[in-house]
């Protein structure tokens, strides 16, 4: 800019030596914000490309009126009796093998009351499957099904709205939201409790005193927010890797079975074989494919 105006510009508009001296100062002054913005650019770029992926997702950013309110009508009913998943596809490119990889055609069909063990190996699509299933992941082919009415771009959000998942990506929010009860600090005290963190995290008016706890405490938090929120569906993805023997134990054998006794769908995958007998169907993927899909027997 600096050479444009001391050569190109000086020969164009005739300006004297005055002129030139004073816009080459206004550039050299400019050079600050000039590179601060160019700085920026890469996290603007990044930001694009997230709300991009975000679109891609099926979700809608939409400017809520205070005046709106969601209708009964509006929600899949919590009584549902029927989950099927028919002819589920999913194609995906996989860095590991270098190559597409292909979950489905799947076949399943859940009911309420129900504990489910996804089991197989790493990269068997046990993930994958959860995120179809939730509705995060658009199949290709096949469909989704409630009651026998199919889940599509209409009733997207309503279906996604009957689970409370647990991603091992899991993020954690410094206060409870979306969760409208009088009793929340409450119920939530009792949870924590249970869930041995009251000696470490206090609520007060749905807010958390802290989320800075370790890997496995931090799981348990997002589960205060799974028991809190109490949907008819709780997932959970490889929840329990990161917990002491003691804990796993108690998950295993005391939460799960409460939440299926409750009535609710419960769905996790697990490489914990000592706990499969608690389960009341073990699902195994391998490769895309569902293997096999039976009741335990030991």
Not at 98 to 103: E, M, S, V
Request: charged fraction near 20%.
């Amino acid at each position: 800019m600096i050479i444009l105006v001391l050569f190109a510009f000086s020969s164009a508009l005739d300006a004297n030596q005055g002129v030139l001296i004073s816009y080459t100062l206004i550039v050299l002054y400019m050079r600050n914000s000039v590179i601060q913005i160019l700085n920026a650019m890469p996290g603007w770029t990044a930001a694009m490309v997230t709300m991009r992926g975000i679109e891609q997702t099926g979700f809608e950013i939409i400017a809520v009126l205070p005046s709106l309110q969601i209708q009964p009508e509006e929600h899949f009913p919590e009584d549902w009796s029927r989950l099927d998943l028919n002819s589920l596809t999913h194609t995906y490119y996989s860095q590991e093998t270098n190559g597409h990889f292909t979950l489905g055609p799947i076949d399943l069909t859940f009911t309420p009351g129900n504990l489910i063990f996804l089991i197989g190996g790493n990269g068997s699509g046990k993930t994958t499957l959860i995120k179809l299933l939730t509705g995060l992941y658009q199949p290709e082919d096949g469909s989704i099904s409630v009651d026998n009415q199919p889940v599509d771009e209409y009733c997207i959000n309503r279906y996604r709205s009957l689970f409370s998942p647990i991603f091992s990506d899991f993020y954690l929010f410094n206060e409870i939201l979306g969760v409208d009860d009088p009793l929340l600090d409450e119920r939530a005290r009792y949870y924590l409790d249970k869930l041995q963190l009251s000696h470490k995290v206090k609520i007060q008016d749905g807010r958390l005193s802290t989320t800075e706890l370790s890997q496995g405490q931090r799981q348990r938090l997002a589960l205060l927010t799974a028991l809190l929120e109490d949907r008819p569906i709780c997932v959970f993805d490889e929840w329990a890797a990161g917990q002491d023997p003691n804990f796993k134990k108690i998950f295993y054998e005391e939460f799960l079975p409460e939440l299926r006794d409750r009535g609710k769908l419960i769905i996790a995958s697990s490489h914990d074989d000592a706990y499969y007998s608690t389960a009341d169907r073990l699902i195994k993927l391998d490769y895309g494919k569902v293997k096999f899909d039976k009741v335990p027997t030991y």
